[in-house]
């Protein structure tokens, strides 16, 4: 089975047990980012913690990222949001527009959606050329490799949710006056082309998930299981990278 296949499981936890394990990844998380950020501990700044959000329309990037920063010191995190490039960004290589989000040591940063649109949106609706976006699967590894090296800890999710249960959110939405906003004319052409998507995030989990800089692919259609999921696989991917360094937490 696919990573994708396996990510459309059913997943058996109650929302009650799901909701406590959240709470206590949450303490944890606060404990490790207080730590990179040099605020107890041994009161040495860490390595820069870099998250990287990408999913299908409607898979509940929004809520994790918001459960993730949510025991956080707004000053202790940035959260960093990108749409198609501007017509400056353009003018400049793909990766270009990233470099002034990413963190220094003893930062963190979550970025929702990320240099990988370069080999999915750009690929699939036509706004790279073949050459370009078949060129991104090594400039992006090399790129993650740099900053890896450099010490960054990178974790990278992609947000995987169900055709049926996509449309029952979409159409959640579109009843909803408050988060109509949220659905757009876009996200239903990008549904239509679901088999084209699902093509393009397979060559990306497949040519882009190095050991330094992995791919955590997330249930979605149990919301409250993948909230939980995220967090932990921070933590998880925090604490590795500390035990590394030889750090006591």
């Known amino acids: 089975m696919s990573r994708l296949g396996s990510a459309t499981s059913p997943i058996d936890i109650s929302k009650k047990k799901a909701v406590a394990r959240l709470a206590e990844a949450q303490q944890r998380l606060l404990r490790l980012r207080l730590i990179l950020g040099g605020q107890i501990g041994g009161k040495k700044i860490g390595p820069p913690l870099c998250c990287v959000f990408e999913g299908w329309d409607a898979s509940g990037k929004g809520g994790a990222i918001k ?11 940035r959260v960093s949001q ?5 017509y400056d960004e353009k003018r400049h290589h793909f990766l270009w527009r990233f470099w002034p989000k990413l963190p ?33 699967y090594e400039e992006i590894v090399e790129f993650e490799r740099t900053l890896s090296a450099e010490g960054m800890i990178i974790v990278k999710f992609w947000m995987h949710v169900s055709p049926e249960e996509q449309l029952r959110r979409f159409e959640d939405r579109a009843n909803d006056p408050l988060r109509t906003w ?67 937490f």
Request: proline share 5%; charged share 35%; aromatic share 12%.
């Open 67 to 77: 459960r993730l920063v949510a025991p956080l010191d707004p000053r202790h995190v």
């Open 82 to 86: 990108f749409a198609a490039p501007t």
């Open 104 to 136: 220094g040591w003893g930062g963190m940063s979550v970025f929702d959606r990320s240099w990988y649109g370069r080999v999915l949106v750009e690929r699939v609706e036509g706004f790279a050329t073949k050459e370009q976006w078949q060129r991104a």
């Open 182 to 248: 949220k659905l757009t004319d876009e996200d239903w052409r990008n549904r239509e082309k679901r088999d084209k998507y699902e093509k393009a995030i397979g060559d990306m989990l497949e040519r882009c998930d190095p050991e330094f800089a992995p791919w955590h692919v997330i249930p979605g259609d149990n919301k409250h299981y993948a909230r939980f999921a995220v967090v932990e696989a921070v933590c998880d991917a925090v604490e590795a990278e500390l035990k590394k360094l030889g750090h006591d």
